[in-house]
């Protein structure tokens, strides 16, 4: 794989969405989407390993990386990100393309793979279902929490200076998935040098879960509008382990199920051993799957 090609930046009314490209930029398009609080920096490890003959163009979402913070008083949503999406991809002038995503990335991918479903060939989801529905009894709660959180994050003032290590720990503490070498990847994206140290400049309002609040039927009915190939990429002991554990067990097997149901031989799942960044991680052990996938060359793979 050729180098880093170059830092891209699309306008938007409040800044700018950044990005990282990689590969001739005439080459097949795919989009490559982070999961949450993460940045594009996610995927330094595996797009080296992907045919190099394609067009990665890796993300930033609003809030992430080295994208613009929202103006302020604005709540980010994952509709939000939906439109991220269709802001670059018609920028690029991207007609036909696929989108490589992990976790909250694929529910992003989802929703915007089902409204553009014209637009996307292949829909690759890393330990991801593409959807992340809301039990109906909790919508209340869960609107009520997110409200309360974001009062509280409107009266914070500056952010916390840490020392690269105590950063680096910080991270750590917050998803233990990672390790120190790919931790440290994706604070270089996600971290800058202030006096004293350095601070997150993710906007602290992405830490608020602020999902479609969707029932599991709409997501149902929702998937059905995609007409691409969806191939899911499972961790054994990261979301996919949630099935064995009985952890959102109901939701995941619906979900499943659904794509099973609506897209037939469109979809595939494959489960490989690691946790829930093992794209990062361990990229190999997922890198020949998805290359065969975009390639659209038959593999052998274990259904979930």
């Keep these: 794989m050729s180098a880093l090609l170059k830092e891209l930046q699309f306008k938007v009314p ?18 490559c989407l982070h999961g949450w609080l993460d940045n594009a920096n996610t995927f330094d490890r595996l797009i080296p390993l992907l045919p190099q003959e394609n067009h990665y163009v890796a993300l ?35 007609r036909k393309f696929s989108i490589v995503a992990h976790s909250m990335g694929g529910v992003v991918a989802g929703l915007f793979t089902a409204a553009f479903p014209e637009s996307v060939k292949h829909l690759v989801l890393l330990d991801s279902y593409g959807f992340f529905p809301v039990h109906s009894d909790l919508l209340i709660s869960n609107l009520k929490k997110a ?55 993710r906007d602290i309002r992405v830490t608020v879960n602020n999902s479609a ?46 794509f099973k149901e609506s897209l037939k031989e469109r979809f595939q799942s494959t489960v490989v051993d690691g946790n829930h960044f093992v794209h990062l991680n361990e990229p190999e052990k997922i890198a020949q799957i998805i290359s065969d996938y975009l390639s659209d060359r038959p593999f052998i793979h274990s259904q979930l």
Excluded at 219 to 232: F, N, T, W
């Design 60 to 94: 930033d979402f609003s809030g992430h990386g080295q994208s613009s913070h929202l103006p302020q008083g604005i709540r980010y949503q994952h509709l939000d990100y939906v439109t991220d999406i269709h802001r670059v991809v018609t920028t690029l002038g991207w």
């Design 147 to 201: 409200m309360v959180h974001y009062s509280r994050l409107e009266g914070v003032k500056g952010s916390k200076v840490y020392t690269e290590e105590g950063a680096l720990q910080r991270l750590l503490d917050g998803n233990p998935s990672l390790n120190t070498e790919t931790a440290k990847i994706l604070l270089q994206r996600g971290t800058k040098s202030v006096p004293g140290g350095v601070i997150f400049i």
């Design 14 to 31: 409040w800044g700018h969405l950044a990005a990282k490209a990689w590969g001739p930029s005439e080459g097949r398009p795919v989009l």
């Design 213 to 258: 609040p969707l029932s599991i039927e709409q997501c149902l009915q929702i998937m059905k509008a995609i007409q691409g190939e969806v191939h899911v990429i499972m961790a054994n002991e990261g979301v996919a382990a949630d099935l064995m554990r009985g952890v959102y067990t109901d939701m995941g097997q619906a979900l499943l199920h659904g």
